[in-house]
């Protein structure tokens, strides 16, 4: 009960700032950042438009990513539903109501070896999955809105046979949005998010099932060019256990998340100031009660696009109670990086440079956790395709070169990866832990990645994509083993 009176503080706090703002005031237009690609995602292909004033172009709330197109809306690119969109394929529109109609297919298959470093021990796996998406958007005199988008995500061949069928689809975005006034924005129901370079809250796109929230989401938009989230998810629901055959009962408070995200976009420079807050109980009727793990998250982000040159830096606090002892938060997390562009030289070359890290534990159970924790990021975007490390308990050095040539991107990619404290546990992208803490490890050499991959537009929504990684273990997984682990993988991904 606490913590919803403190999510419902935190929104009308967010309501009565925006009182004190003219209601006159217009929302504000989208800035360059908000119309180039996918802020969020390496550099991606960007796809090529229909002529002006020949055709409409196919879809809405389409973004490039490195791997062909794909749909948002949210955080950086957040269009509210309430806004009715222009004449175009699969739209209709009459007397201020209008319904749009969209799509997407995303094909994959993917080979792995050697994940464990240990050639010894066969480990390859060779697999297909696709994801198919229906959305449909309405609005509604350009004050409420909605979209239903609706997913079947599976693995080939996984059916019991010819004639069967595995029950794989469900509700991926399912929500109302209404426009209070011209500066305040309200959705409602279940939605992807996504901020900055979605190092911590990301929509993470790559994987086939994607993420989504469900929870109330508000912006508020004060001036031109400056917006203030707020935004309160349910994880779990409360609910109440029972612990044993004797019918003892206790009550699990359930897991939010949840946070205020502003952000300033003045021509060139982009600013963002964010306060995040995850709060878990992870009691469970086999465990029984458990104490509750609450992470503030403290941060901030800072951009500037020049004509050729680009460059980010991000950084956050971390504090709270975590586990059985109650131990303290105590950790942070940073990332910096550059990125020159050969503008009008042959197939635009860019090179990018990159350097981040984030806090790790030596001495777990001290009564201090010193652990960054990344939250929900798309971490396949940032520390290696083959998603072996988190921004957890890293130092990450990286490096890319690419070209667009022939309508194709083609890019390499190298990282470096360091324990930030070689005796902690070393963090798989996905969260889990993929060598575990071991007291008195000397070495923090994780290993080194390289990544060569290539996108190419086929037609203005359909791309092929294509990748080769090798990972070259350090002396800090000697424990697992020194074979090089490779992973690749193949595409096609279309978006209307």
Request: hydrophobic fraction near 45%; glycine fraction near 12%; aromatic fraction near 10%.
């Amino acid at each position: 009960m606490k913590r919803a009176i403190a999510w419902v503080v935190v929104l009308l706090g967010v309501s009565a700032l925006a009182d004190e703002v003219d209601a006159g005031i217009a929302p504000a237009e989208p800035t360059a950042a908000e119309l180039a690609p996918d802020a969020g995602l390496p550099p991606a292909v960007v796809i090529s438009a229909p002529d002006a004033g020949t055709r409409a172009p196919l879809g809405f709330d389409v973004v490039a990513t490195p791997w062909g197109p794909g749909r948002k809306s949210a955080g950086e690119k957040f269009h509210s539903t309430a806004e009715a969109l222009p004449d175009g394929p699969l739209r209709w529109a009459w007397n201020g109501y209008s319904v749009a109609l969209g799509g997407q297919y995303f094909a994959r298959g993917e080979l792995r070896n050697d994940v464990d470093f240990a050639a010894t021990s066969p480990d390859h796996t060779l697999g297909f999955d696709q994801r198919a998406r229906l959305s449909v958007r309405a609005s509604a005199q350009e004050r409420a809105g909605l979209l239903l988008e609706v997913q079947d995500v599976r693995a080939w061949g996984s059916e019991a046979g010819t004639v069967g069928v595995t029950s794989s689809t469900g509700l991926h975005q399912g929500f109302a949005d209404v426009r209070v006034t011209r500066w305040l924005d309200v959705r409602a129901g279940r939605q992807e998010l996504a901020y900055g370079e979605e190092r911590l809250i990301g929509s993470l796109d790559w994987a086939q099932p994607a993420r989504a929230f469900d929870g109330l989401f508000v912006r508020a938009t004060p001036m031109k060019g400056v917006t203030v989230d707020a935004f309160a998810m349910v994880l779990k629901p409360p609910a109440w256990l029972v612990a044993d055959a004797g019918g003892g009962r206790f009550h699990n408070s359930g897991s939010y998340f949840g946070g205020l995200y502003g952000r300033a976009r003045f021509g060139a420079v982009a600013l963002d100031l964010y306060g995040l807050g995850l709060f878990e109980d992870p009691s469970t009727a086999a465990l029984g009660p458990m104490k509750d793990n609450n992470r503030v998250t403290l941060g901030a982000r800072a951009a500037w696009t020049g004509d050729r040159l680009t460059a980010s830096g991000e950084g956050a606090f971390q504090t709270g109670t975590v586990g059985a002892a109650q131990e303290q938060v105590l950790a942070g997390a940073f990332a910096f990086k550059v990125t020159y562009t050969l503008k009008g030289t042959w197939s635009s070359p860019y090179l990018l440079a990159e350097f981040s890290g984030a806090t790790g534990d030596a001495t777990p159970g001290d009564g201090t956790e010193r652990t960054f924790h990344q939250l929900f990021p798309t971490a396949h975007a940032h520390l290696g395709y083959a998603d072996l490390v988190a921004w957890q308990n890293v130092v990450a050095v990286h490096g890319a070169v690419g070209a667009r040539t022939f309508g194709a991107h083609v890019w390499l990619d190298v990282h470096h990866f360091r324990a930030w404290a070689p005796e902690g546990a070393w963090t798989s992208a996905g969260g889990a832990v993929f060598l575990p803490a071991t007291a008195g490890r000397q070495s923090g050499n994780m290993g080194t990645e390289v990544d060569l991959s290539c996108t190419v537009p086929v037609f203005d929504n359909v791309a092929v994509a294509g990748n080769v990684s090798v990972f070259m273990p350090g002396l800090e997984a000697l424990a697992k083993g020194t074979s090089p682990s490779t992973w690749g993988f193949v595409s096609l991904r279309t978006q209307f």
